[in-house]
């Protein structure tokens, strides 16, 4: 397995995928486990994925790319793996109790105090979110953004190729899989697989800002 810093040099947004290869297995049940175990604020989880791994699931994940989007339609088509990507809008009383009840299903607490004080303090940032900022959804949407970029990190540890994509219509996708219904809403796509020889994005270098202008010392 690579280092972290060899992942990170060796990955990059793949714009060509071998449609001929696919991820085994054993690699994306590690995949999943990045995506299910992800941190979140006040383990708030509100996540929802949809994974595509054969070539219906495939077309439907198409549906996101008409028009204007079209120019990813391929990457989707010919990967092996694609990961649908969606946050929860509003964390009702309902999904804070099974959340609660899980964690104390899991042995998350010692003592009914413990778990009174979870409860509060996870609402207390919720409602700081709901009421005084109003950006509930968008600081849902922001937990799954930290779940996008540790799937990129594992992959590319693995030896996968990904490449994260906001290109998409999310009304079309929204629709197709009723997410709306659900209470949710796409924030994006990854699609998961093995480069093609001829993706020319594989073969230029990478540019980063130099590190003086992106870390200081306290």
């Known amino acids: 397995m690579k280092t972290i810093s060899e992942a990170m040099n060796w990955r990059y ?24 175990l992800q941190a979140s604020s006040v383990n708030i989880q509100p996540w929802y994925y949809i994974i595509a791994d054969d070539d219906a699931g495939k077309r439907r994940m198409t549906k996101g790319t008409q028009d204007i989007f079209e120019m990813n339609k391929n990457k989707l088509l010919d990967c092996s793996h694609v990961v649908l990507f969606a946050t ?50 968008h600081w849902m949407g922001k937990q799954v953004y930290l779940s996008m970029g540790a799937l990129l990190l594992g992959a590319g540890l693995l030896g996968i190729d990904a490449v994260p994509m906001e290109g998409v219509d999310i009304q079309a996708l929204d629709e197709e899989f009723g997410l709306n219904e659900k209470g949710y809403t796409t924030v994006g796509l990854v699609a998961l697989g093995y480069r093609n020889d001829n993706d020319i994005n594989a073969t230029l270098p990478k540019s980063r800002l130099p590190k003086d202008l992106v870390f200081s010392k306290a």
Do not use: W
């Open 13 to 36: 947004s793949t714009k060509e995928f071998d449609a001929n290869k696919r991820i085994s297995d054993e690699d994306f049940s590690q995949l999943k486990d990045i995506l299910h």
């Open 88 to 137: 929860r809008v509003y964390a009702d009383d309902a999904y804070l109790e099974t959340i609660l009840e899980q964690e104390d299903k899991d042995g998350r607490f010692a003592k009914e105090e413990y778990k009174t004080q979870m409860h509060q303090g996870r609402k207390m940032f919720l409602d700081i979110h709901r009421y005084n900022k109003l950006n509930e959804a």
